[in-house]
């Protein structure tokens, strides 16, 4: 690999505004770079480490277990305890919605999705009154959660239903 090029300390503020917009494009890969970039200048920069976990959770779909991996890792390196609570709740419920996408039983996504809550919930108690995004979030997962098991619900319904009305004839052109 060629050797990376460093960027002064004076393009921080642009290269940070470059990764949201690689991020509201859907290139997460570009954004991680780019953090990557900020870091190598300033290894401290929290918007940056921020941005980081934000973008290897975005390719939680793509590269699955290896980006849960290093979100994960970039947690220690956040300095206050509200944000590394914060966080970790961000990617337990960002992994839950991966895990539902790829099928993976309710009863698993579902364990991820109280993870997340628990996260949620300890960074509540460490984040300033006026600001309710650990709440938003543990409300977010909550709704989700209860969706799920609606739709499971329903599910179940519907099969049994199906098994009332056509019996043997569904099961065995199952097989």
Known sequence: MPNLKPIPESAIPAALEKVLRYRLLNEPLEAESICLDILNSDPDN?????????ARTD??????????????????KLKSDYDRAYYEGVVHERWAKAQTARRVPGHVVTGWYLRAM???????????????DAILRWNTCARLLDRD??????????????????????HSSRR
């Open 59 to 76: 390719l939680f779909a793509e590269e699955y277990t290896a980006a849960f991996e290093r979100a994960k890792a970039v947690l220690p």
């Open 149 to 170: 098991a609606t739709a499971q619900t329903a599910e179940g319904s519907i099969n049994r239903d199906i098994d009332a009305e056509f019996g043997e004839e569904v």
């Open 46 to 54: 929290e918007e940056a480490l921020a941005n980081l976990l934000l």
């Open 118 to 132: 628990r996260c949620f919930e300890r960074a509540e108690t460490l984040a300033p009154a006026d600001n309710p």
